[in-house]
């Protein structure tokens, strides 16, 4: 059996799930997702927790598996904590400082790499 598919997600308070069919609906405090799931996969809401199960050990599904609660687990994290990427700059003479809203980073070029914010973008 799949080490990720067999695992459940678990639902957060404040998030609200509604399963309709193959297409599951994941809202919360940061928005809504919609996806629609293969035809084989079994999806399915006990409690506060998503559960995916596979009909058979054929190979296709044990790839949709995994795929599948990964999937739903992407959009319960993406509905409560939303995406977010973090830059780390090691070495030494790099700095990066923000300057207003543009992010200012000396990163050994002859000048400096400006970054402004952008709408819905923050940078901190």
């Given at each position: 059996m799949s080490r990720i598919g067999r695992l459940p997600v678990e639902i957060p308070a404040g998030v609200?799930?509604?399963?309709?069919?193959?297409?599951?609906?994941?809202?919360?405090?940061?928005?809504?997702?919609?996806?629609?799931?293969h035809k084989d996969m079994i999806v399915e809401v006990e409690g506060n927790a998503i559960v995916v199960t596979r009909p058979s050990e054929i190979k296709e599904h044990k790839?949709?598996?995994?795929?599948?609660?990964?999937?739903?687990?992407?959009?319960?994290?993406?509905?409560?904590?939303?995406?977010?990427?973090?830059?780390?700059v090691n070495g030494v003479g790099y700095r990066v400082a923000k300057q207003g809203k543009d992010l200012v980073m000396n990163l050994g070029f002859s000048h400096q790499v400006i970054m402004p914010e952008i709408d819905g973008i923050t940078i901190d």
């Open positions: 609200e799930v509604k399963l309709e069919g193959k297409t599951l609906t994941v809202k919360g405090p940061k928005g809504t997702l919609t996806q629609e799931f790839s949709l598996h995994g795929l599948t609660r990964s999937l739903i687990a992407n959009m319960v994290e993406g509905v409560t904590t939303g995406f977010s990427k973090t830059l780390e």
